[in-house]
């Protein structure tokens, strides 16, 4: 469907401040047309207990809000509105993207925003649709969707609408999506549920079992980031961590090292290759020889996962390459989908353009 901007959109156009959100499960992330990324923050709101009613304006939502996760004082309760890359929450998300929207569109309010939301694929059409409500009601105009791996497709400058098949693997926080993108659609694609929250699950119950410590999800993602791994290190790490005895009840505290976290956290690991296994298995022939060189690039926070490239290069027998700043890449997608809207308007499904 092509997209010809009409007089009227281009004058409002050129008044507003279009947006491009990669509205994650982890972190939600604004670039702005011309300006790159302007807002970088943590998708997690406070609010009031047993209530959707967001606290103290801007001290409630992204950053400040992430600080209270899991140590909230009673009355207030740090939610994450999104649970594996679709809304759990519709109003505390829509009042999460409200905060986001004003706070980059400040001081335009009398027109508002274009908006491209990246969205995993896979979600149903009532969770497309869910998006796009939150995201008008929050103040945008017109929301166009687009599907993550084909965002982070574009956004790390793969040939994506070439006749040359692209393998692309994001990994965030609720959401591993896997694409092999062509001739700017996906060739084949699938989205499992396997991410870093998974990944900081694995550890929560490794602690709890081999070490009769509860943690936190915050301290657990703290291990997952210092000395988590997918692939052995050249130099093996160890750190002490605090939790609750859970003999005791009280207070306690435990060594670990990088090997048992690694153990730890193979299943996932494992299962997220095993699924770009099966994407590749379903790619057909001609498209997998554009492969074998061109290997598995993969972006996303859990891309940052220490080995994560060796890890899937090894269970693969292709090579896989972590791009420069994998936590922006669906962000910076949209911001270049926004810029290119007539050229890219076929990637849009057709119910997209609400
Ligand atoms: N250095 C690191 N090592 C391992 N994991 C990391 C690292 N840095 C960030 N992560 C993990 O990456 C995840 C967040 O990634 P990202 O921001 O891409 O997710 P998201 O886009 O919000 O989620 P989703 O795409 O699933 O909706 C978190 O689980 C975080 O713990
Ligand atoms: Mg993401």
Request: with cysteine.
């Amino acid at each position: 469907m092509a997209t010809v901007l009409k007089p009227l959109e281009w004058v409002l156009g050129n008044f507003s401040v279009d947006m491009g959100i990669d509205l994650g499960t982890a972190n939600t992330l604004v670039c702005v047309r011309g300006r790159g990324i302007i807002l970088n923050e943590p998708s997690v709101v406070a609010v009031k207990k047993g209530t959707n009613e967001v606290l103290l304006d801007g001290m409630a939502v992204g950053n400040a809000a992430k600080a209270m996760l899991g140590k909230t004082p009673g009355g207030i309760e740090a939610v994450r509105p999104l649970r594996h890359g679709v809304i759990a929450d519709f109003e505390v998300t829509e009042k999460m993207l409200r905060y986001f929207i004003s706070k980059v569109h400040e001081g335009r309010s009398w027109v508002k925003p274009q908006v491209v939301i990246s969205v995993p694929t896979g979600i149903t059409d009532v969770e497309r649709r869910a998006v796009v409500h939150s995201a008008e009601r929050a103040g945008a105009r017109r929301v166009y969707l687009i599907d993550e791996p084909m965002a982070a497709g574009i956004g790390v400058d793969l040939p994506v609408t070439e006749a040359r098949g692209s393998l692309i693997v994001d990994i965030g926080g609720g959401t591993t999506e896997i694409a092999v993108l062509a001739l700017a659609g996906s060739v084949v694609a699938t989205s499992l549920r396997i991410a870093g929250d998974e990944m900081d699950g694995a550890i929560v119950s490794h602690l709890r079992r081999y070490h009769n410590l509860m943690i936190g999800e915050q301290s657990a993602e703290r291990i997952k980031l210092t000395i988590g791994s997918a692939f052995p290190m050249e130099q093996e790490l160890s750190m002490e961590v605090k939790g609750r005895d859970t003999v005791t009840g009280l207070p306690g505290r435990a060594t670990i090292t990088s090997i048992e976290i690694r153990e730890a956290l193979q299943q996932p690991v494992r299962r997220i290759c095993e699924s770009i296994r099966q994407v590749l298995e379903e790619t057909p022939p001609e498209i997998s020889a554009d492969l074998v060189d061109s290997g598995c690039t993969i972006v996303g926070g859990g891309a940052l996962l220490s080995g994560m490239a060796d890890a899937v290069a090894d269970f693969l027998g292709i090579p896989a390459q972590i791009t420069a700043d994998p936590l922006t890449a669906v962000a910076r997608g949209t911001g270049v989908f926004l810029e290119k809207l007539d050229i890219f308007s076929h990637v849009l499904s057709a119910d997209d353009e609400a």
